[in-house]
Structures are given as C-alpha cells and as structure tokens.
C-alpha cells in the first residue's frame, strides 16, 4: 500500500478558497497544511509500532482594524470553516491594537525548490518492513540487538490570502535511524532525506553494529578538556541551540548570544555560515511564514558573525531588510533562520583521528541543554559508542561522559574541519555541517555506562 | 457521532482479521496567549477532531489515524490499521500479548469551576499585560512576558472487548517570565514555575489564584538582583530544593526510568532505556526510608496533568507504589508490557497526545509523599546549605543514572538562617546516590502537585502533560556548582 497523497494541491486551493470566501476581516489569510505520514517502530529484533496517520489543518489568520489573531481547524465541512474565520476574527476583535502590524503581502515570486519524490511517497509498510527484517537479522545474526525506526511520507502546504498572495509547497521525507545494542555498549546511525532511494539501512546499521563492537567493555577515563572528534549529527545537535540567536528580535530583545557582538570576531577563522533554503542538500519552502520569499544569508563570515535575519516587522523595528524568515503571524519569537548551511572542509574522521595523540570520538549526543545562554554554555552527554584516542588510534569505547561546554569556546576551537552533509541528529533540525576536530572540549563528569 | 466511527473502526478491523481493536475518537480544542513587552504575541485557538485505531492481527501491532471521519474514512483507516498489522508480522518473533482488563462503559469528567474557554480573551490578555506592566517597572527587565494554555479534550475509547469509556479533560496554566541582560549575563525569574507556568487539570480558576500581578514585581526584582548576586560555589554540599524544582527532579530520575518500555528496550532508539532493570524491582534500595514515590492518577490525588479515570487503552486510574520506604516497588506499565514481565495488571498509565499517535506509557502524577518538616524548622536545622528553586536547565543520560540540573535563583543558607542570594545555582549526581541522601521533606503543607507539560517521547514525538506532587526537601553530600566550572 503506497502511500497516496489525500490532498493534493488543487484540493487545498479549493478549500483556501471557501476560507477567503466566508471571511469578512479586512484582510485574511489562510495556511493549509496537509501530511500523511507512516513510520515503522523496531526495537528487540522485532516490529513493535507501525503506525500511519493522514492529517489537514487549515489556519486562518484575520485582520480587524489593526489587530490580528488566529483560528486553526482540521474539518472542512461549512460550518467548521465558518467557525474558524469567526474564531479568528472574534479574537482580534478583543485584543489591543498592534501599531506594528504589516499590511498582508501582495503575490510574490518563488525561486522553485523540486523537493518531491515519488519514490518515497510511493513507499510501503511492506518495503520498510523489509528493510527492517533484514537488518534484525543483521543483528540477531551477531548477537546484537537492534531499535530504530524506518519512517516516509508527503507532507504539502499552501498559504494564500485576500491581498492575492498564494504560495504552495510539496515535499517527500524519509528518515532511517537505529541503535544496536550489545550487553554493555551500543552504537547508533541516523539519516533523512526527501529521496528514500539515498537512505541505505543497511549500510547504517553497519556502521552502528561496529560501534557497539567496538565499544565492548568501555572503561572509565577521568573527566577533563580533551581533543574531541564530533561527527556531524554530534556538530548539529550543537550548533542548532545556535539557530534562534541569529534572529533580529533575539537581539533586539537582548536575548542573544550576539548582542553587542555584531561584526565582531567571535569565533574561529575557519567558521563560515549560512542561511539558505536554496541549497541541495537542504528542505523546507522558499517562503517564510508570511509568504515573503526566502534570501540566502550569510551568518557569520570567517568568526564574525555579520547579519541576523529578519520577518518584516522586526526589520522595521530594527531598520534592516526583510530576509523572508518570518514564523506566522502572530507570535512574540519574530524569526530565525531555518536552513543553516555550514562551510566544510576536506578532513576525513580517519584523518581526524590519525592526528589525535589522546582524545575523544563521539558518536552521538544527547539531552542537550542550555546552561549560559549568554556564552552560550551546553549541558548534555555522550552515548551510543564514546571511544578513547591514543596515538592516532581508536583505543576502545569508553564509558558516557558529561560535557560543559560553551559553543562560542567551541567554535573557537576548532582545528579540523569535514565536508558538510545533511547530518540527521535529535536536538536539532536537520542541517548541513561538517565533522568537527575541536580542542579543549570541556567533560566535566562521567557516567556508570 | 463519536460512538458510530468508533463502532464502525472496530467492526471494520474485526472483519479485515483483527483479534484486537480498540479506537479512540479525540475531539481537541487548545487557547494559547501570550504576551512580551505590553504586547500581545500568539494570539490563537485550534481544534482537532479524528479516529486513531489500534489493532492486532497475525499476532502484531498496526495503528492508523485520520481525520477523514465518514463511514468510508474510517473504514479505510481500519483496514489500513490491519494492513500494517500484517506487514509488522513480517519481523515478528512471538505473538503480542495482553494481560487482562475489565470492560467498562462510563462517562467522566474533571471537576472546574470557570470554563476558561468562556472567559473572554480581551480579560485573559488584561491580566496577562497587568503583569508584563508590573514587570517592567523594574528597572533593568529587558523582556516581560507571559503566557496562558487551555486545552479540552473530548475523548471516546471503544475496544473489541467491549469497552465503551467518554471521558472530558479541562487543563488551564499560566506563567510569567521577567528576563534581564546586563554585561555580559543574561539572568531571568519566573512564576510560578519556569517553561509555561503552572498547569493542572482545572478551570480558569486556577489561573485566578497565581495572583500573577501581585508576583510579577518580586521576580522582575529577583531577576535584576541576579547580576549582583554571588556565584554558586563549586564543591560538595548540602542542597535543599524547592518544591517545583523536586517535581521536575522526579520526573527526570523516577518518572523515566520507571517507565516499563524504557526497560524493555523499546524505547532503545530515542529517549533511551534505563538503569532500572527488572532484578531490581522489590530488591533496589532507590532512596533513604523517608522516600515513598507513587504512580497516581486517581482524582483523589489531586487534578494533575496525569489524573484520569481510564488510560488510552481502557485500563482504570490506579495508585502504584513505587518506592516504599525508599524501596523500589513499582514499574509504569502498559497492558503488553506487564504482560513481559509476568504482571498480573497493567499499571494504568497509556496515553496519546493526540488521535494520530499510538497510545505509550506515559508518567500519571509520579508524587513524593510529603515528610514531616516544616519549612523555616528545615532551614534552621540546615546549617550550612544552598536553596535552589524554580529550574532553568535539566539534562540525565539516556539510563537515567547521572543528571545535571540548574535553577533560576538560590540563597546561601549559613547557620540554619537563608542569607545571600546566589547566582547561576546547579547540582549533578547520580540518581540512586541522589535519592538515598535525601535526609528532611516538608510536609503536606508546602506540598504542590506541579504540571509538567511538555514531556516528550515516543517516534513520532509525542508531548505529554505530567504531574509531580513535591514538598521542598534536603539532600546532603551532594556535587554543587559544576555546570559553570571552568
């Protein structure tokens, strides 16, 4: 059974239609989203979850006499869509007026994005049932024990509104992650993407039934500033509590690590970043909440951080460009760059380690939270496979760790840098980054595992 | 309407093979406001109606959801929910099995006393600007906000076994937050607890009795104070914890690890598993005598974020214990899980965020039992300590063994009296060591069953709403400062 797109675009147009048609606000605007999604569960060697869901949701935001709200529904009979524009409007109406409201934008120009598969959205429950089997059987087969999840799906959106704007978006996903376990260790491997012809479960469990081999009874290293070698879903998992610190009202609200840092060497040389919708390896519409087309940003340019990025209204506060990286309105966040692109390298993992005399890979991190948000200090641990580096070598797995560490520090100190990917992590959306080789990473405790 | 889909769901599952089904229709309606700098930020209501179906057939699990809610709809998301069943079966390795449950046919609702739904927006907003208006008269707030969520939850669950249970959930909360930046320090205070508030299974009424203006001036002051206050030290000591602070202590290294799935393995992939395997039920020493933890979701418990009448799979509300005299009791189960372990009952705690997602366990109310203290004896028994309230940041490795939390505030307590205020206060541990040096808890008079509303778990991530009763309490021996240790 494929997975058969319930709403396709013109089905959506239709409905936002009706919307504009009911709404009597000054100005409407409506944002439909439509996903079907469906997700194999594993865990002991076995099938445990299967589960397939089919969900519209269709927002309408009004506009009376200078004040917005919105109302948000998933049925699409008359009355509920009726319900929705009068929730809408009802609760504008009783809120005060908001002298920072934009006019709604007229019709836009999209840059295309071609982010639809019909290989993944043709994917069945039998295929990943498949896939998961065989690599159950991987593992019962050397006497390990695998968990993960195999998931695919289509998710489209529209947004449109009475001044003419209309905007459409369709995309296919699919996600492959597993952990495999042995008595005392594990290892873990993740990776998305909208093609699921790219995803190779096989090849991930591979890599993840190694580690939890070679992290076999992991031993105890004092905790301590050590080189460390952070793959690239370890980078994301990071850098991602970096995201929302680049938007203009973080800063204007002085909440971001970058406030009176602007143009100001921060971080190291080798640290060049972006925001761009645009590039390959990358997902999501052109357009931000609002319908304003998407810029391409650059972030932060060899340590210095150079431009926020900013919805309309911010950009007003702040007298700056709209960068098209607005959330839907209303809401008290403003805007954040959604689609971080960092500048790579050309070092391998093996180069990496060849060059350690003592340090530490990691596989994956987790629970990260934040501890400073002015120096921008994270808490979190190690997991799924943690090795010791001796000599420009794998030395065995090593038990958890705690680390404390500052990724302003941290982005200071990096001394090698990998090609960027799409790196799949679990703290962060996905971005596209570089393995990382980072001095004088700070572990401040150890765990029993 | 809601009992035809779900009969139909049922009969539909029943006819494709199933040997096992059960449906849950879920109509929810949420209110979320919020407010920063005398303005109003989200301003936003949703509602969602739709069918999730769970079956067994050929001895496997298969779920599937829609809101497609038409006799042709549903049944095509039943025969889906088998088809998927029958493609699970392909990796199966022994058939799903199910300890035994009553049916029951019941209705039930939480007590309130204000529908907060009917309480007009443009009151909910004045209360919310009152109190952003009192936070910025203190010089040095860089940022007022605040924040109010309503949620009704509307649900029906009907099973193959007969089981036909309506139940209606009111959740208010509230919260406020004054945040300050100076030099190079970003320092914030919130009320009644941080991340959203306080939130609990009641009407608007509960919202009414934060007395959010009259607090709003104290954390903005508190908040400004923070930048001149004394760092915490680093080194081992005494700590005594507020009692919101100890709810999310709980939640984070009993609740977890104490969930069934977690321990068989299920949960392997995401949010982890846990130290607490199965050996150690009635044999680990978790805590000192004086720690007793139940599972509680009664309503006599009190109207938490995890109080209900019946789970989402049918199971009737029930109290586990889950330390006894700071022996470890009690697991979180479901009905397959207590099932592995040769428990005769599931424990009662299966829940979904929503009608697309597959019911899990889930925390219920996971309480301490209050102590016997009272809170200014604590203090002058105390000696030397620090006071830590109101969390800020929480991190536990994915067994569940060692933690790291920080708060908002702390006070240097120095000879049995609360004296200087400190700054950036943290603590770390490992989870058993932690419990067994727990040495006074107050008693019920300083007693709140807190609302956590924003657990996470599950693939896809489901976000639960929990509650954690907890009394301020001491703990000695402990690791102090080392979030900021250089």
């Known amino acids: 059974m494929a997975i058969k797109s319930k709403s396709p ?80 409007v009802s609760l504008a109406r009783n809120e005060p007026e908001n002298p920072g409201l934009l006019p709604m934008l007229r019709t836009q120009k999209y840059q295309k994005v071609a982010r639809f598969f019909p290989a993944t959205a043709a994917a069945t429950p039998q295929d990943r049932a498949r896939a998961v089997t065989r690599v159950c059987k991987m593992a019962e087969k050397r006497k390990q024990t695998a968990a993960g999840i195999f998931s695919s799906g289509v998710s489209q959106s529209l947004l449109a509104n009475s001044k003419g704007l209309f905007a459409h978006y369709e995309q296919t996903h699919s996600e492959f992650s597993v952990t495999i376990l042995e008595e005392r260790s594990s290892g873990w491997a993740k990776s998305n993407s909208p093609d699921i012809r790219t995803l190779d479960p096989e090849v991930l469990a591979e890599s993840a039934s190694r580690k939890a081999a070679e992290s076999r009874e992991p031993r105890e290293i004092p905790a301590g500033r050590y080189t460390t070698i952070l793959p690239p879903s370890a980078v994301l998992d990071l850098v991602g509590f970096l995201f929302y610190d680049f938007a203009g009202t973080a800063v204007l609200d002085k ?51 150079k431009n926020l990025v900013y919805s309309r209204a911010t950009a007003k506060k702040m007298k700056a460009r709209p960068t098209g990286h607005g959330f839907s309105l209303p809401n008290e966040y403003g805007e954040a760059p959604m689609n971080l692109v960092f500048a790579g390298g050309d070092k391998s993992l093996d180069e990496m380690v060849r060059t350690t005399e003592r340090g530490i890979l990691v596989t994956r991190l987790w629970y990260i939270r934040e501890v400073d948000p002015y120096e921008k200090i994270l808490t979190g641990m190690t997991r799924d496979g943690t090795f010791l580096i001796e000599n420009g070598r794998v030395a065995g797995g090593i038990r958890n760790l705690r680390f404390n560490e500052s990724i302003i520090e941290m982005l200071s100190n990096v001394e090698m840098l990998g090609p960027a990917v799409r790196a799949a992590g679990e703290e962060s959306f996905e971005m596209v980054v570089p393995a990382m080789k980072v001095r004088d990473f700070h572990f401040s405790e150890v765990t029993k595992f | 309407m809601m009992q035809e889909w779900a009969n139909s769901a049922i009969e539909t599952a029943k006819r494709r093979g199933a040997t096992y089904a059960d449906a849950r229709v879920m109509d929810i309606r949420h209110r979320d406001i919020s407010t920063k700098n005398g303005e109003v930020g989200t301003l936003a209501e949703s509602e969602s109606l739709g069918i999730g179906i769970r079956v067994i057939a050929s001895g496997a699990w298969g779920f599937s959801s829609t809101d497609r809610l038409t006799r042709e709809g549903v049944d095509a998301c039943a025969a889906e929910a088998v088809a998927i069943a029958k493609a699970s079966a392909l990796a199966k390795r022994e058939n799903v099995a199910l300890v035994p449950e009553k049916s029951y046919v019941d209705t039930w609702q939480n007590p309130f006393l204000k529908d907060p739904f009917r309480i007009p927006v443009e009151r909910q907003i004045g209360l919310l600007l009152a109190a952003d208006k009192e936070m910025r008269r203190v010089k040095g707030v860089t940022v007022a906000e605040g924040s109010m969520s309503f949620r009704r939850i509307e649900q029906l669950f009907v099973s193959s076994a007969g089981s036909s249970i309506h139940q209606i959930k009111m959740q208010s909360g509230a919260g406020i937050v004054a945040t300050s930046f100076a030099g190079s320090e970003i320092q914030k205070r919130s009320y009644p607890s941080s991340f959203g508030g306080q939130h609990m299974l009641q009407g608007y009424e509960l919202v009414e009795s934060f007395d959010l203006v009259g607090n709003a001036g104290r954390i903005a002051e508190e908040c400004v104070a923070l930048h001149s206050a004394a760092q915490c030290p680093e080194g081992q000591g005494t700590i005594i914890l507020g009692s919101s602070q100890l709810g999310l202590q709980i939640h984070e290294s009993i609740g977890h690890p104490i969930e069934l799935d977690r321990v068989l393995g299920m949960e392997a992939n995401f949010a982890g598993m846990s130290f607490l395997t199965t050996e150690k039920l009635r044999k680990l020493k978790y805590g000192s005598d004086i720690v007793n933890v139940v599972a509680d979701a009664r309503l006599e418990h009190g109207p938490g974020l995890g109080t209900f009448a019946y789970d989402d799979e049918g199971v009737a509300a029930q109290c586990t214990p889950i330390i006894t005299d700071g022996l470890f009791t009690g697991y979180l189960s479901s009905r397959e899980t207590a099932s592995s372990i040769g428990e005769k009952r599931s424990g009662g705690t299966v829940r979904c965020e929503s009608w697309n997602r597959l019911p899990m366990i889930r925390m219920t109310n996971i309480s301490i039992n209050p102590g016997t203290w009272k809170y200014d004896d604590l203090i002058a028994d105390t000696g030397d300590a620090i006071l830590m309230d109101t969390n800020r940041s929480w991190s536990i490795d994915d067994k569940r063994y060692h933690f790291q939390f920080s708060t908002e505030i702390g006070w240097e307590i120095k000879g049995g009296k609360k004296g200087r205020m400190i700054k950036n206060p943290s603590y770390s541990g490992i989870t058993t060591e932690f419990w067994n040096s727990c040495d006074a808890i107050c008693s019920r008079d300083y007693w709140t069953l807190w609302g956590t509303p924003n657990c996470g778990k599950g693939q896809p991530q489901q976000v639960m709403g929990t509650g954690h009763g907890a009394s301020p309490a001491r703990f000695r021996n402990i690791k102090i400062g080392v979030a900021f240790a250089k």
């Open chain 1, 9 to 88: 675009i013109a089905d959506l147009e239709r409905i936002a239609e009706r919307v504009l048609k009911l709404s009597d606000a000054d100005e409407t605007e409506v944002d439909i989203g439509s996903t079907t999604d469906a997700l194999t569960r594993f865990a002991n060697n076995t099938i445990h979850q299967n589960v397939a869901e089919h969900t519209l949701g269709i927002s309408v935001r009004a506009v009376v006499d200078g004040r917005t709200a919105r109302a948000t529904t998933n049925k699409t009979d008359d009355e509920s869509l009726r319900r929705a524009v009068e929730a809408a």
């Open chain 1, 255 to 305: 909440r971001s690590c970058f406030t009176g840092r602007m143009g100001k060497k921060l971080l190291g040389d080798n640290i060049t970043l972006w925001d761009d919708v645009y590039h390959p390896l990358q997902t999501g519409p052109p357009y931000d909440g609002e319908g304003l087309p998407r810029q391409k940003v650059l972030l932060v340019d060899k340590g210095v951080p």
